[in-house]
Every structure is written in structure tokens, then in C-alpha cells.
């Protein structure tokens, strides 16, 4: 299980404002790019996070992942029998993170980064070649495991790209748009992995921008915008809060009203 | 730290570097291939022009020389021993030439259409009547230069074999009259020795290229490579400690460097048993020439080689690190690459020595300790230091990177940190805060332009040079400045002070003053030379000159124009970057180590870092340049009027106190930097009370 409370994250940007004379600088400003979300995930459950770019799903799952230091706020990873785990490699070895930013290492072949990787999470060398067979079977990888990665198609690599989460079986899979840019096929497949995994009892949290993958998948979505959550709950049930039929239009609906604050809200501001 | 991790990390780094061409090129095919092709070409090259020069026949022309015929035979049979042959040409054997003009125009005629290659005019003197040969050529034109070199050569015979000629004729023993002085050089060092020396010269310097050349391509690849292809942030997802991730980075890279110095050596080595063996075989002058002398200084230079090439993929890493990608790194290290280079020439400096002081200097140290050992010098305990701070700067610079690393701003970031002035001024944004990358770049020129061109003015010039040296500090720091459009009221913080803040920066320099020199005594204790070399070197600038002009060269120049380098640009940055205790610390450490002195670099220190305080609390820099003024020129009028005070005030000048008096002045010290504390702190609580 993983739960996070009041999570935030706080970044500089560089932003353009007016001066006492008028003149247009550089503002060096701080801006939460997460902003106190509290997101929870349990066994055999799948989450979706639906945003607009710079919602900060990325930002989100990063500190999720324990790549990212939270600037406030609690991440709870919990074991089979509900041991809260401390240790942020620990808990690196329950997660099996994937985005479009994790790229793979050209040079070697996808059985040299599953053998080296496995050396990382410490698995002893018999059960790293078990494993790597295993895993080629499930992904279908015969063919090209010994192939240097530089030298695969674009749906290879997105596989090879999962069977780097699977060698240290996690329990936890975070995947940060991992359907974005693939064919039907191979986003397919990586539905169906998904759907398996579920099965399995295995936790997974994955933000998209395909509604219709959402809908069809997830047991649970929340939806964010600058970098808050603005709403949350089982697919059915958000489409039934915004009297719409599909997960779009909910979407879509959701942001309206979020823009319809933001406006009141400014409103205020200037009263 | 987890060994196992760091094993499969490093075996990774070393297959992802080693299967990358472009370190493969740079490790194996450049020294393998290309040194002993570049010797080979060289030699062949050296070989060619010697015999082109020696095999070429040239045509020459005399004019008015006294006995044309009996110079020519001369030349004639003085050029066969050379080798060379000449040509005399007769004017009117040239054809296509006007019939209406003198010899001397026909003949600069021929020579500008390469008719013939020189021509001699003789002429009197005329005072003493001694014939006067003129050799006319065109420089630009290597034959006629070397036609006319070979003439003077012969010219220089020619009038040794009057000379004799007339001696012999007056009745006196040429040999006597000629050569009353006789010497011979007698050598006392041996072959060994002297080949050594020239050993020592070259190797440093092509060593240091190569681990250099060996670190920076794995370097660049393990960090920017890493983040430009997105593996980074793969591997972060893995349960690895960034001290890991650092350490066997450091440890592929250094293996890399290591193997590409080694593959250096082998390649020189190759070239020298070549170059030895047809040496041997040609002459009989190396005959009791035994190479296995060099055996013990080879083993201790390869390891030395090891432990710099540790502290080469140290620096490098640790430069690129803040790049994001292949080409900005790129960027980065080219400098420290340069700063290195001329660093390694100072084995070939005169004078500059393996000591005490030199061998805590990183570079220098290894160029200086090869020198040594190849003039068969073995110091254990230098060796050891140069070998140890090797080590010790590596481990700091891994130690400060894992630090570093951990920055999301490096790992995520949007290059930010980076140097601003490769780009071109108008693409640069407004008001923008220097980076990380711009204070490596500007304080490296500081540094070496005021290595260079400070010390040059300052002995050409004396104080006018010191204040131009000051000018120029505070000149390339603007301009750099003003070239990235940084934010200069964040950055240099020019606003008007506040008489309160002045006041308490007043309090806190006397009792900062007072601790300084207590540190600078303490220090003065154990390393009494570095003390000495820091008075003198000023003091020897001030005989007879006008107290108002040696403070103005000594206490306001330094105090407005290293304000400006150093809490201006260099605080301002790191204030705006970094928490503000490091960039206090940060400030004063490298304010320390700019005035190059080991004594001064605490005491020093403590100013710069205080300083810095004081600007931060008061946001103005006139308020730590009023201290840099007070500080300065309160120890240069103590120094200048020391008579007057050794009179009346002796404490002042005291060089050394009892325990007792330390301690009160130390108390005293302490006491009136606290106080500075609370009225900066006091001030500060107000203004936000105010607010």
C-alpha cells in the first residue's frame, strides 16, 4: 500500500513581472508545483491521475517514487503485512517506476541492465537468470534480449522499458504516461500488463492523458490542476457528479469548473 | 556505503564507457596511433627539409667583390664539405632581363623572379677600409633564406681564413694571436642524468595532457552523457545512495584516466626504445647508456599518474555534474583543461621547486614531484605528501559532490547553474543571477590574469601597478557582469548604507581585526616563512613614497575593487543560490585562498567571511568596503609608521605577546564581534518590525 498526506513540492522559476518603474524583469518566484495532495493506493487497486500539463502529475509521482524529496508533507509505504518501511532504498525496492524520462542504457543488450540491475537490488545471480527468462517469456523478448537497445523498435524498447520494473518483482508500479506516443498495439500490451498485475494484487498508480484508457482501467481517479486535486473517486462516479457520459467530458467539465473558480477566487483578490 | 552496489555500478559505468567510440578514440587510438604517427611524420618531415636544404643547388651572384675568382674556389671548396653546391651565375648569362640597367638592378630583378637565390655586393668601409659584404635575399622564401644563411656561413670562414692569413703574414703564430684563451667542457652528471633531466621536463606535461585527455570524455559521459540520455533518472529509480552513484562514477572515471595514462606512457616508452635503439645503433655515446636506471622513478611516476588521475576525474566529474548536456560540459571543462595545462608546465619553470609549500598545490604538485624523481632526487616524505594530497583532494571533491548531487536542480534541472557567457549578450535574459559555472570561469581569469599580468605590472610599476592590477580585478568583474546582464542591484548590491549599519560593521571589523591577527600570529608560529614572503613583498613597494598614495594603492583600491569581485559578484551569487551560512563560508574560504599564502588564508578567511555577513545583515556593499578600507589601511599605517609607534604605542606592534595578553586579546576580540553580532541582528529585528 502506499499513502501520502499533505504533499507538497516547491520549486524556483523564472518569471516575468513588472518592476516599480515599470520595466519587465526576471522574478526569481517560488511556486508549488504539488500542492498539498493527499493520494492514496491499496492492494489490487489501479489509480489514475488525469491532468493538463503542468498539473504536476510528473512532479507528483517523482516524489511517489522517492526520486524527488518532498518539500513537505509524508509518503507511507507499507509491506504484506502492513509494516511501514523506512528506508528510502527499502522502499525504492518495492516500487517499479516508469516514465517516458527513464530511458534505457543504449549500450548494453536488455539482458546485461536486467543482470546489472538485479546486482543493484542485490537478488543472488540464480534468481537474477530465472527471473530474466521469466520475464522474457511474459514480454515475448526471445527474439531481441541479447540485442544492444540502441538497435530496437520504439514497441521493444517500451517493453524492455518494463521489464526493467519487473526484475525486482515490486509490489507498487508507478508509470508516468507510459502509453504516450505508442501504437495501439503496443500501448495494448502495456494495458493488458497493467490489467494482469491488478490481478495479481499488485498496486499501481499511472497518470495519462487517454480518457478512455482511464475509464476503462482504473478503479480510481484523481484529477489535478496546478498542482492540486480537484476532483476525486471511481470513474462512475465522477461522471455521475458532472452528469456526463464519458470520462472527457467529466474531465473537461472538471476544469471548467476549476477555471470558474480560479476567476471568482480573483475576483475576491481585487475586491 | 553498500560494496556490492558499487561493484555492479562501477562494472556498469566501465562496459557504458568503454563501448562508447568516443572515449575508445580518445584512450587508445589517440596514443597508440596517432603520438607514434605524429613522431614518425616528424621525424620524416626534420628529414626531408634537411635533405632538400643540403640537396639543392643554389645561384648566387657577386658584385664587386676584389678578386671574384679566388671567392668563388673559397666557397667552392669550403661548400663541399657542407654539402651544398653553388651556382655563379654571370649577368649576362640571364636572359630576359633589360640590357639598359646597372648589375645591382638586374640582379634584384633576377632575384624577385627567383632567378637566382641571393647575390653579394661588396663594398669598402669607409672609415677603416675593411671590405663590407652585403647579402641581399628575400626572407619569405625559404630557399633564398637558406642560400643566404649558408653565404654568411661561409662569409664567417672566408674571413677567419683572411684573418689567419694576415696574422701568418705579419710573422706571428696565428693559433696564439687568435686563441689566446683555451677551455673544454668536462660534464661531471652522467648520461643517465642529463637524459633524465630532459625526462623530467617533457614527461609531466604529456602526462598531465593525457590523464586529462583520458578523465574528460568518460567524465562528461558518466554525468551530462548520463542526463542527456535520460538513464539518469532510470537509475535513480534504483536503491542506490547518491554517495554510490558518485563514488563508483568517480572510481570508472579515474580507472579510464588511469588506463589512458598508462597507455600514454607505454606509447612514449615505445617511441623512446625506438628513438634509443637506432640512437645506439648509429653512434657510440650510449654505449654505457642503461635504461634500467629508470626503473625505480617510472614505478613511482605511474602511481602517481594514478592517484592524478583520480584527482583529474574528480575535478572533471565534478565540473560537469552542473551541465545537462554533452556539449555544455564541454564547455565547462575546456577551461579547468587550460588552467591545468599551464599548471603542468611547472615542471619547466626555473626555480619553482617540490617543497614543503609546493607540494600541497594540486597539478603542480605531480609536474614538480616527476621533475624530482627523474633527476634521481627520491624524498620519501615528499613523495608520500604529493601522493596523499592527491588522494585527500579527490575523496573532498567526491565527498562535496555527493552533496551537490543531491540537488534536484542538478538533476532535474533546467541548467540554470551554468555559464551564462558562452552565450551571445543578446540572447540573454534581464537581471539574471550568475551561475555556479560563471564563478569558476571569471575567478579562474581573475586568478590568472592577476598571476600574469598582475605581478608583471606590479613590478614594472610599483604602487601605480598594484592600483591597475586593483582596476583591472574590478574591471573584468563588472564587465563580466554586465556582459550576462546579471541583476546588479541583487548581485553587487550598490544601495546607500545606513549610518547604524556602518557602525556595527565598525564594531565587528575591530573585533574581527583583533581575532585575525591572533590567528595570523598562531599560524606564524608553525610556518614562519609564509608569514615573511607576505610582508615583503609589500613592504619592498613603499620606500619614499607619499603616505596618501600608499593608502590609496593599498586600502581604498582593494577596498572597492575586491569588495566588487568578491562579496559582490561571488556572495551575491552564492547568497542567491546556496543556504547563507555556506555562502558566508564559501566566501571567506575563497577570499582566503585568493591572496595565495598559506598564514593569510585563515586570517584572511575570517575577514572575507565576515565581510560577507556584514553585507548580507546591512544589504550594501559600501558597508564591508568601509571594513576592507578600515582593515587595510589600518595595518598599512601601522606597518609604514612603525617607528612612531614602536615609540608610543609598542603593543600595536608587538611580534609576539605573552599567553596572558593573548588571551585578553583574544577576549577582547571575541567581545567585540559579538557585539557586532547583536547590533547587526538588533538592526535587523527593527527594519522587520518596521515593516
Known sequence: MIKASGLCKKFRRIQNAENEKKKIINKNVEFYAVDHVDIEAGKGEIVGILGPNGAGKTTLLRMLGCLMEPTEGEIIITDDYDNIINDTSDKKRRIGYLSGNTKLYHRFSIREMLKMMGDIYGLPGEVIKERIDNICEILKMEDFIDNRIERLSTGQTQRANISRCLIHMPDIYIFDEPTLGLDIISSQSIIEFMKSEKEKGKTILYSTHYMEEAQYLCDRIVMMNHGKITATGSPASLMEETCTNNLRDAFLAVSEMGIKEDEIKGDEDEQ | ?691
Open chain 2, 1 to 691: 556505503m553498500n560494496s556490492k552496489v558499487i561493484k555492479s555500478l562501477y562494472k556498469k559505468e566501465i562496459l557504458d564507457v568503454l563501448r562508447d567510440k568516443k572515449t575508445l578514440l580518445m584512450m587508445i587510438v589517440v596514443p597508440l596511433v596517432l603520438y607514434p604517427l605524429l613522431f614518425l611524420c616528424s621525424m620524416y618531415l626534420a628529414s626531408s627539409i634537411m635533405s632538400e636544404s643540403t640537396a639543392h643547388s643554389y645561384s648566387i651572384c657577386c658584385e664587386g667583390v676584389d678578386d671574384p675568382k679566388a671567392m668563388e674556389n673559397f666557397i667552392f671548396e669550403k661548400s663541399a664539405d657542407y654539402n651544398y653546391e653553388f651556382c655563379f651565375i654571370d649577368s649576362l648569362s640571364m636572359n630576359g632581363l633589360p640590357e639598359d640597367i646597372s648589375n645591382e638592378e638586374k640582379y634584384t630583378l633576377a632575384l624577385q623572379n627567383r632567378l637566382i637565390d641571393a647575390y653579394i655586393i661588396q663594398t669598402t668601409d669607409d672609415t677603416d677600409f675593411r671590405a663590407v659584404y652585403e647579402i641581399y635575399f628575400y626572407s619569405s622564401d625559404s630557399q633564398s633564406n637558406t642560400a643566404a644563411s649558408m653565404i654568411s656561413d661561409m662569409l664567417k670562414e672566408y674571413g677567419e681564413y683572411v684573418r689567419v692569413k694576415n696574422v701568418s703574414a705579419a710573422g706571428l703564430d696565428p693559433e696564439r694571436i687568435l686563441d689566446s684563451v683555451k677551455y673544454t667542457f668536462k660534464d661531471l652528471s652522467t648520461h643517465e642524468e642529463t637524459v633524465g633531466s630532459l625526462f623530467g621536463y617533457i614527461i609531466p606535461f604529456l602526462l598531465i595532457a593525457s590523464v586529462l585527455m583520458g578523465a574528460m570524455y568518460p567524465a562528461i559521459d558518466v554525468t551530462a552523457g548520463e542526463k542527456e540520455r535520460g538513464t539518469l533518472e532510470t537509475l535513480l529509480t534504483l536503491p542506490v545512495k547518491n554517495i554510490e552513484l558518485i563514488f563508483s562514477k568517480f572510481l570508472a572515471t579515474a580507472t579510464v584516466a588511469s588506463g589512458a595514462a598508462f597507455l600514454n606512457v607505454l606509447s612514449m616508452g615505445i617511441i623512446g626504445g625506438y628513438f634509443y635503439g637506432s640512437m645506439s645503433a648509429a653512434t657510440d655515446t650510449l654505449k654505457d647508456f642503461s635504461i634500467g636506471v629508470y626503473v625505480p622513478a617510472i614505478l613511482i611516476t605511474l602511481v602517481a599518474a594514478c592517484l592524478f588521475a583520480m584527482f583529474c576525474s574528480a575535478l572533471c566529474l565534478f565540473v560537469c555534474i552542473f551541465a545537462k548536456s554533452f556539449k555544455e560540459a564541454q564547455n565547462y571543462t575546456t577551461p579547468v583543461m587550460v588552467v591545468m595545462m599551464l599548471a603542468g608546465m611547472a615542471g619547466m619553470l626555473p626555480g619553482l621547486e617540490l617543497n614543503e609549500k609546493t607540494v600541497w598545490i594540486p597539478v603542480v604538485n605531480v609536474a614538480l614531484l616527476i621533475v624530482k624523481l627523474f633527476s634521481f632526487k627520491f624524498e620519501a616524505a615528499l613523495i608520500l605528501e604529493v601522493l596523499v594530497a592527491n588522494l585527500a583532494y579527490s575523496l573532498i571533491f567526491v565527498v562535496i559532490m555527493a552533496r551537490t548531487f543531491k540537488s534536484e536542480g542538478i538533476l532535474f534541472g533546467d541548467g540554470s547553474e551554468g555559464i551564462h557567457i558562452i552565450e551571445s549578450r543578446k540572447d540573454m535574459k534581464e537581471n539574471q543571477i550568475p551561475g555556479i559555472g560563471d564563478l569558476i570561469l571569471l575567478f579562474s581569469v581573475l586568478l590568472i590574469v592577476l598571476m600574469m599580468a598582475g605581478s608583471l605590472l606590479t613590478i614594472k610599476f610599483g604602487l601605480v601597478g598594484v592600483i591597475l592590477q586593483q582596476l583591472l580585478i574590478a574591471a573584468i568583474t563588472l564587465l563580466y557582469g554586465w556582459y550576462i546582464k546579471t541583476d546588479f542591484k541583487k548581485v553587487f548590491a550598490f544601495n546607500k548604507p545606513q549610518i547604524k549599519n556602518i557602525l556595527a560593521g565598525t564594531v565587528m571589523w575591530a573585533g574581527a581585526y583583533i581575532i585575525m591577527n591572533i590567528v595570523a600570529l598562531f599560524l606564524a608560529m608553525f610556518f614562519p616563512e609564509s608569514a615573511d614572503a607576505a610582508d615583503s613583498m609589500v613592504m619592498s613597494l613603499l620606500d619614499n613614497s607619499n603616505i596618501v598614495f600608499i593608502l590609496i594603492a593599498t586600502a581604498l583600491m582593494p577596498a572597492v575593487c575586491e569588495e566588487i569581485a568578491f562579496r559582490g559578484f561571488l556572495f551575491g551569487t552564492l547568497k542567491n543560490r546556496y543556504k547563507i551560512v555556506s555562502a558566508i563560508l564559501i566566501t571567506g574560504i575563497i577570499f582566503g585562498a585568493y591572496h595565495m599564502n598559506f598564514v593569510k588564508l585563515f586570517a584572511v578567511g575570517i575577514l572575507g567571511a565576515i565581510n560577507a555577513y556584514c553585507l548580507y545583515k546591512s544589504d550594501s556593499i559600501f558597508v564591508p568596503m568601509w571594513m576592507h578600507l578600515l582593515n587595510n589601511s589600518f595595518a598599512m599605517i601601522l606597518a609604514v609608521k612603525s617607528d612612531w609607534f614602536e615609540q608610543y604605542i609598542p603593543f600595536l606592534t608587538a611580534e609576539h605577546y605573552s599567553v596572558p595578553q593573548m588571551l585578553i586579546l583574544a577576549v577582547c576580540g571575541i567581545v567585540l564581534t559579538a557585539a557586532g553580532f547583536i547590533l547587526f541582528e538588533y538592526i535587523g529585528r527593527k527594519k522587520n518590525k518596521a515593516k
